[in-house]
């Protein structure tokens, strides 16, 4: 079995799994994907760096019927982290509410033939004192 992950977007280190974006230096906006000319202001002076692994919900939906090769239901997140807004995947059944705080990180979406489809996704991170 082979395993596929989504491009070079994503940093891992240990069980850490960050970003990679660009940040503008000239107006201050934030891309993921990273790109090399700002879409804002159309500047070519982007850094290139990585967000945290913590982030919020800001809008979800559960999907009941999807496109082969995933597995149904699955959720679909907009997550906010650090200044970035992406769609990704819900490691739950359940669409969190939004604001729900969330941990990214990534996991199997699904599979075609003997290839394992991985990318980021995101997983609710527990309120203290709650298991």
């Not at 692994?53 to 559960?62: E, K, L, M, N």
């Not at 059944?93 to 991985?118: F, I, K, M, N, Y």
Request: charged letters at 20%; proline letters at 7%.
């Amino acid at each position: 079995m082979r395993k596929m992950i989504g491009g070079d977007w994503i940093a891992q280190e240990g069980h850490t799994t960050a970003l990679k974006i660009s940040v503008c230096r000239r107006c201050a906006a934030r891309w993921f994907p990273p790109r090399e000319v700002c879409s804002t202001c159309a500047s070519h002076d982007l850094e290139q760096t990585t967000t945290g692994d913590r982030g919020v919900a800001y809008a979800s939906t559960v999907v009941r019927v999807g496109a082969p090769p995933f597995r149904v239901p699955y959720v679909l997140s907009y997550v906010d982290i650090d200044g970035v807004r992406l769609l990704t995947h819900f490691d739950d059944v359940h669409a969190p509410a939004p604001g729900t705080p969330v941990r990214l990180t990534t996991g199997q979406l699904g599979s075609e033939g003997d290839t394992e489809l991985w990318s980021h996704l995101v997983q609710p991170i527990a309120e203290e004192g709650t298991r």
